[in-house]
């Protein structure tokens, strides 16, 4: 109770605006207040071609922000360690997006903010037509699906 009460204040303080990186060119993606992100925060960015369709397959969704070029799924932090992610996703450690003007478009119903990030990358590799690989880090990458 006490943790929850402590997320909920020092949520309050969070800027609802994304915060510029200091000569990166990008900018971390704010999440709501309401918020727990307990387990730290990466983001999962794929073309926004394939926004609508991952996030009706989804089983659950949490935070997902958006841009003119790419749709952005909050996932807990190291969601990249031994998954090897197609190409066409973008993988941002921190939510620190290459992103001009994201805007949140969904909101969880539930208090924590993050996508499942097994079946997101599933559901990604499907939509972009490559075969999941479980690579180590540093790995094979993942080929095409023929």
């Not at 994304?18 to 307990?38: C, E």
């Not at 620190?96 to 996508?115: G, K």
């Amino acid at each position: 109770m006490l943790k929850n009460a402590m997320s909920h204040l020092l949520g309050a303080r969070r800027s609802h605006e994304p915060r510029r990186a200091a000569d990166t060119g990008t900018v971390q993606l704010p999440l709501p207040p309401a918020l727990s992100a307990s387990l730290g925060c990466d983001a999962v960015g794929v073309p926004a071609r394939y926004g609508f369709r991952l996030m009706s397959h989804l089983p659950r969704t949490g935070c997902v922000f958006a841009d003119a070029d790419r749709w952005w799924w909050i996932v807990p932090a190291g969601s990249d360690l031994d998954l090897d992610w197609p190409r066409q996703a973008a993988y941002a450690k921190g939510a620190f997006v290459p992103a001009v003007r994201p805007r949140l478009i969904h909101q969880p119903d539930n208090r924590t903010p993050y996508t499942p990030p097994i079946p997101l990358f599933l559901m990604v590799c499907q939509v972009t037509g490559v075969t999941p690989s479980w690579a180590p880090s540093g790995g094979a990458r993942a080929v095409s699906a023929p």
